[in-house]
Nanobody, 123 residues
Framework: QVQLVESGGGLVQPGGSLRLSCAAS????????IAWFRQAPGKEREGVSC????????YYADSVKGRFTISRDNAKNAVYLQMNSLKPEDTAVYSC????????????????WGQGTQVTVSS
């Protein structure tokens, strides 16, 4: 069964950190583009970060540059999103997506999606 499962979300105070994990089962992430998206209530889904397999290139949304770091561990078949200096505006459901031909933050180009994990930044 092909599956992506996110974990690591939760409630954190402004300025705090969280590390999200995206674990794959039923397929190997190596060779796939992986992206993290988020969706806040009443807002459209937006791309946060993505990492490509063919050249290792990484991209971040301007809103998270310098605060978030994406990484992948092919041995563990997982991708991570380290989130530091969190702000209330980072509150959203975070989802990972994977596809061999995924194109950056273009939602329609990703076939596999996780169920999402809630991140709430509040004092």
């Amino acid at each position: 069964q092909v599956q992506l499962v996110e974990s690591g979300g939760g409630l954190v105070q402004p300025g705090g950190s969280l590390r999200l994990s995206c674990a794959a089962s039923g397929f190997t992430l190596d060779g796939y583009a992986i992206a993290w998206f988020r969706q806040a209530p009443g807002k459209e889904r937006e791309g946060v970060s993505c990492i490509f397999s063919h050249d290792g290139s990484i991209y971040y949304a301007d809103s998270v540059k310098g605060r978030f770091t994406i990484s992948r561990d092919n041995a563990k078949n997982a991708v991570y999103l380290q989130m530091n200096s969190l702000k209330p505006e980072d509150t959203a459901v975070y989802s990972c997506a994977a596809d061999p031909r995924g194109l950056g933050f273009v939602v329609s180009t990703y076939t596999y999606w996780g169920q999402g994990t809630q991140v709430t930044v509040s004092s």
